[in-house]
Structures are given as structure tokens and as C-alpha cells.
């Protein structure tokens, strides 16, 4: 991490700080596009360490709105120690959605408005739309919600047994993801909310 951080200031980056051993960090910009950003991180990376590794980067704003707006908190009061965050490097597309990870529709509650709960105490799938929150997947007991670039995870038996991976994401929406405790979102929105 140490190295990290250093190969961050060398790219005119500054108040670079690193969390935990899983390549977190938060630094400060006067670039205003993380896509250049995250192409001069990742090419930095490969030059200095080797390997291909792909930068996703949320702004502190982002960050701040996804401790806001995780529906299994705000709706179900879930254990935080359930609960995950999958970050995405794109929007995935509504044929992705539709096509690899939409559920069948649910003729038992046809006239459930969208983003109600049902009378089980569960989340209506939405009908898609760009940007909106789509509960799609459930799992023996996990669950996951996307929401544009987010996939709130709730795995109650710990993400080490979900078959929401990384992976699952990365192939069913054909985009890089990244997942990180809910613990650890919320440290990284603290330490970027004290500068």
C-alpha cells in the first residue's frame, strides 16, 4: 500500500491516504474526469507493478449518496455486518439487465406499485429503467438491489458464500466490479468527508 500511495502522488495526486490491504484510496483532484483519472491510474499501475488491474473511482458526493440510499438499511434495518456494495466501473445496460439477470415477472403481484414492499416483507422488482433501483436477485437468503453504478448485496451467511461475486456481476453485465464491506464504505465516506 505503501507503494500505492506513492505511485498516486507521483500522478500530481494529493492527500493520497490508503485503507486497509485491498487497494482503497482516497486522494484529492484538480482533474474534473475520472475516466482520464482512472486510464492514468491504471496505466501507472501496470508500468510499476505489472498486470492489467481496472480503477473504478466514485467521488466523495457518490460516495456520500450510496450510504444514503442503501435499501436494506433504509428499508429493512439489515445487519451492516450483512451487508455489501459491489462497485461497478459503468452503468450496465437494460438489455444486460432484461436479457442475463432480470427475474420473470411475478404474476402474483401485478398491481404492486413500484418500489413498494409486499405484504412478505420483500422488495418489489421494478419495472427497468436507466438509473433506476432494480431488486433483481435473490439467492438461497442473499439478495442484491442495483442502482445505476451500485449493487447493494445482502448476504447474511457473509459474502464468502454468495454466489454474487464479482464475477457473476462482471460477466451477466459485461462490466469490471469491485465489492467492499459495508464497514469499510463507510470508513472510506468518513475519511473523505474530513478534508
Known amino acids: 500500500m505503501l507503494g500505492l500511495k506513492r505511485l498516486y502522488g507521483s500522478l500530481d495526486l494529493v492527500n493520497v491516504v490508503t485503507y486497509i490491504q485491498s487497494g482503497n484510496v482516497v486522494f484529492d483532484t484538480g482533474e474534473n474526469d475520472p475516466t482520464k483519472i482512472s486510464r492514468s491510474i491504471e496505466e501507472a ?10 480503477v473504478i473511482l466514485r467521488d466523495k458526493d457518490s460516495t456520500n ?9 433504509n428499508q429493512r434495518n439489515a445487519d451492516p455486518e450483512n451487508l455489501y456494495v459491489t462497485f461497478l466501473s459503468d452503468t450496465p445496460s437494460e438489455l444486460d439487465l432484461k436479457e442475463k439477470i432480470s427475474p420473470p415477472p411475478d404474476p402474483r403481484t401485478p398491481s404492486t406499485p413500484r418500489g413498494v414492499e409486499t405484504a412478505d416483507g420483500g422488495l418489489m422488482p421494478p419495472r427497468l429503467g436507466a438509473g433506476e433501483i432494480i431488486n ?3 439467492w438461497r437468503k442473499d439478495e442484491f438491489i442495483i442502482h445505476g ?9 457473509g459474502y464468502g458464500k454468495t454466489k454474487f461475486s464479482n464475477t457473476f456481476f462482471e460477466k451477466k453485465l459485461s462490466v469490471s466490479a469491485t465489492t467492499r464491506n459495508w464497514k469499510t464504505v463507510n470508513a472510506l465516506c468518513e475519511i473523505a468527508n474530513q478534508r
Open 45 to 54: 499501475i501496470t508500468r510499476s507493478f505489472g498486470g492489467e488491474v481496472r
Open 65 to 73: 449518496k450510496i450510504l444514503g440510499s442503501n435499501p436494506f438499511l
Open 136 to 138: 433483481l436477485g435473490s
Open 149 to 157: 453504478k451500485e449493487v447493494y448485496l445482502f448476504c447474511p451467511n
